[in-house]
């Protein structure tokens, strides 16, 4: 009787896993080389971002992002919608427009940031340059599919830090709100693969 509700629980768990890896197929595809170098790109960009997290926590104390939420508010970091991403509405033009966008937002708060700290500038400048690689990857597939938009998205407003202490609590709340956002994306992505 164990044994049966074992195998039963094996089973449901095996069938779980696949239902969840197994990405809703939209009617449109992505080249599998654009997917490739979007999934190098994320993983770079994560890195730059996990490194900055890891550094403002050790060298200032500021580890956990959910404690400066208010803060967040107060500042007005904006964050980027994905909502023609979702699996509920997934939507390939909608979908790399606001992926797009969403990378256009993140640079112009990384350059909100500059000054942040002297030791953190190269990480600042690397994460910059990593994302602005991915959105021109992002808009030069748009323009190959004749999805790009005559003038590219701008920045918008960006938030002002007066303080050093804003400006490196907003940091940590970039970096963890930029991590979100390339896990939702990556799954966006791979919904797009080939079959």
Known sequence: MKLTALQLLLWHSA?????????????????QSFLLKCLEQMRKVQADGTV????L??????????ELVLLGHAL???????????????QLTGCLHQLHSGL???????QALAGITPELAPTLDM????????????WQQMEELGLAQAVPP?????????????????GVLVASSLQSFLELAYRALR?????
């Open 15 to 31: 069938l779980w896993l696949v239902q969840e890896a197994t990405p809703l197929r939209p009617t449109s595809s992505l080249p």
């Open 52 to 55: 900055l997290q890891e550094r």
């Open 57 to 66: 926590c050790a060298t200032h104390k500021l580890c956990h992002p959910e």
């Open 76 to 90: 007005g970091i904006p964050q980027p919608p994905l909502s023609s991403c979702s699996s509920q509405a997934l």
């Open 104 to 110: 256009v937002l993140y640079q112009g708060l990384l």
């Open 127 to 138: 994460l910059q340059l990593d994302i602005s690689d991915f959105a021109f990857n992002i």
């Open 154 to 170: 701008s920045q918008g407003t960006m938030p002002t830090f007066t303080s050093a202490f804003e400006r490196r609590a907003g």
């Open 191 to 195: 919904c797009f693969a080939k079959p």
